[in-house]
């Protein structure tokens, strides 16, 4: 109720609660480079003080040269000293702005370094289900679009801040000595210029988490238009006008949001300032005309009027300050509620089960997506034995890969339990887990990496070895176009980078094959529609060489092709999330249902 009735209070009550961050920015500079955190804290004392300094030694001087005009025997000598003594004090000052100015640059590249490899690292501890929750994802691109010089940022104006406070309290020492009045006209007239720029550092930041998914889809837009992978369907089905006309609308959008907080934020930064300007000429007429009376010195005067004028911008400088620390605070709470993403706990340890000859099995799985109402899996049973070789069948979006997924413990199922050597998956240590299944996805990763990086990443342990990339080309049937290769498995694969050779759909899954084959001792091969983009012969070449290698092996097959499912030991057709029908080829052709319908159909293609 307080905030509807008090909003000055409430405002106070938000600014000071978003400054909790401040503190986690500070420890985090400070575990990243001590030295130049303790460098910046000095070089801001010194160059805190000596302007302070510099107005006093002036005052000095001019009463030093008036003294010396009126007197019948001047003392010149001791003029040039003070002039020498403020040149040495002017230089120190430029060189704790320099030294400053370098601290800040190293410790912008090292920080910048270490908030992104956080939000990396966090990245890896997340599960799938996190990228795909729109939400979570509009949190990480504003964590990464912003966060990692935030930190920098916030500590520079609290150093700024600390630098001005330490002017600003040597000023009022000497302005003390003028009138106790002329610090608080100081200090007062910058405060309503600091609110209204604090007020529309939050409205700032509202409005760019309120466009985050508007800016995410710019984002997506540009790699549409501008990258290799989207570029042929753009122009071929002359998307190209419409895509960048959206871009373009989005950009309108954003843009009318962005003028009318601008127009808003520098009309009232100018109207509030004329508040600035007039108290420090109502100064200046009361310092000059208290000189005219005789009360102060002509140096005294020009020393009120510098300390005035220097202070006046120490004043606008830290509520300037105060008010950027504000905002980034408001942005560090995105990189703090990105880091702070819970990871759900996972206690399993084991690295081999009870009953190895047991295989996989699939007691009463079900799953649903986060967010969806309808099942994915509903009560999916089904078991494989070593040496056994399974192939799933069904239509897009009936739940196949989904299984997969669960099998690979990319999700966990929502009822039921999954059986690995009579040992519960949870009860597995993940690691171990997955470096038993060689897995292709239909949906493969091309890297932009050399021929060999792309092989090796079937196998982190290995992904060096060049006789292992060798060997899993070889099993993947990619080993005849890479010798033909001028650099071998050494060739630059994609686009991206300098010298970079593309391949064609067939050879990239044929890649992706000897990725999967990297992994020698696994004992689990998943294949999700393996040979989608290959010909007929290359498919028939590419099962036969299959089964050679995996007879000991157990073997999941996805694919829509039934001259590659029909060699497989037991085949399930899934239907809407349920095993619909199972068995071997024969069996499934002589119950006449799904299978034999859809079995049929694509023969008949091929007559």
């Known amino acids: 109720m307080a905030e509807e009735h008090d909003p000055p209070v409430s405002f106070v009550r938000r600014a000071l609660g978003v400054f909790v961050y401040s503190r986690r920015a500070l420890e985090l500079v400070w575990t990243t480079s001590r030295t130049l955190t303790i460098t910046l804290a000095l070089l801001t004392l010194v160059a805190g003080v000596l302007p302070a300094v510099i107005a006093f030694i002036g005052q000095l001087i001019i009463d030093g040269v008036v003294a010396a005009m009126t007197s019948d025997a001047p003392d010149t000598r001791r003029v040039l000293s003070l002039i020498l003594l403020e040149a040495i004090v002017v230089i120190f000052v430029a060189a704790s702005q320099r030294g400053l100015s370098v601290s800040q640059s190293l410790l912008r590249a090292l920080l910048g370094q270490r908030v992104n490899v956080m939000i990396l690292e966090k990245a890896l501890t997340l599960q799938l289900a996190n990228f795909e929750d729109s939400e979570f994802y509009d949190k990480l691109t504003q964590a990464r679009r912003e966060a990692s010089r935030r930190p920098l940022s916030l500590v520079n104006r609290t150093f700024g801040l600390v630098q001005n406070a330490i002017s600003l309290t040597s000023y009022a020492v000497l302005l003390f000595a003028f009138s106790p009045w002329a610090v608080v006209i100081l200090i007062g007239a910058g405060l309503p210029s600091f609110f209204a720029e604090a007020k529309f550092s939050g409205d700032a930041f509202r409005l760019f988490r309120w466009r985050s998914p508007e800016t995410r889809m710019q984002m997506y837009l540009e790699t549409v238009i501008a990258r290799e992978d989207g570029v042929k369907e753009v122009k071929l089905f002359q998307l190209g006008p419409r895509l960048l006309q959206r871009y373009r609308d989005i950009f309108n959008k954003l843009f009318v949001e962005d003028r009318r907080l601008t127009l808003r934020r520098d009309g009232w930064g100018f109207v509030l300032g004329l508040l600035s300007t007039t108290a420090f000429y109502g100064a200046y007429a009361w310092i000059v005309i208290t000189t005219i009376n005789g009360q102060i010195t002509l140096g005294a005067m020009t020393m009120y009027l510098v300390l005035f004028r220097q202070g006046q911008a120490a004043v606008a400088a830290s509520l300037s300050a105060i008010s950027g620390m504000y905002e980034d605070n408001l942005y560090l709470s995105n990189l703090y509620d990105y880091l702070g993403q819970p990871v759900p706990a996972r206690h399993g340890e084991a690295k081999h089960g009870p009953e190895p000859q047991r295989g996989i099995e699939f007691k009463n799985v079900s799953f649903t997506y986060p ?237």
Request: aromatic share 8%; charged share 25%.
């Open 371 to 607: 967010g969806s109402n309808g099942k994915a899996l509903n009560k999916v049973c089904f078991q494989i034995s070593p040496g056994q070789s399974l192939a799933l069948v069904g239509e897009n979006g009936s739940g196949k890969t989904t299984l997969i997924k669960l099998l690979t413990r990319l999700y966990d199922p929502t009822e039921g339990r999954i059986m690995l050597d009579g040992l519960d998956l949870q009860e597995w240590d993940v690691e171990a887990l997955r470096q038993r299944i060689g897995v292709i996805f239909q949906d493969f990763g091309r890297y932009q990496f050399s021929v060999g990086e792309n092989i090796g990443a079937g196998d982190v342990r290995y992904i060096d070895d060049a006789e292992r990339w060798a060997k899993a080309a070889k099993t993947g049937m990619a080993a005849p176009f890479i010798e033909e290769m001028p650099d071998g498995y050494q060739t630059q694969l994609g686009r991206w980078f300098k010298g970079g050779r593309e391949l064609s759909g067939g050879q990239w899954q044929k890649i992706a094959l000897s990725r999967a084959f990297m992994r020698s001792d696994a004992d689990i091969l998943v294949l999700d529609e393996p040979t989608a983009a290959m010909d007929a012969s290359s498919e028939a070449a590419i099962f036969d060489h299959f089964r050679s290698q995996s007879h000991n092996k157990m073997t999941i097959l996805i694919s829509h092709r039934f001259s590659t499912v029909r060699a497989a030991d037991q085949i399930i057709v899934i239907h809407k999330g349920e095993i619909l029908e199972r068995g071997n080829h024969e069996s499934l052709l002589a119950m006449n249902g799904q299978y034999a319908h859809l079995f049929k159909l694509q023969a008949r293609a091929y007559q």
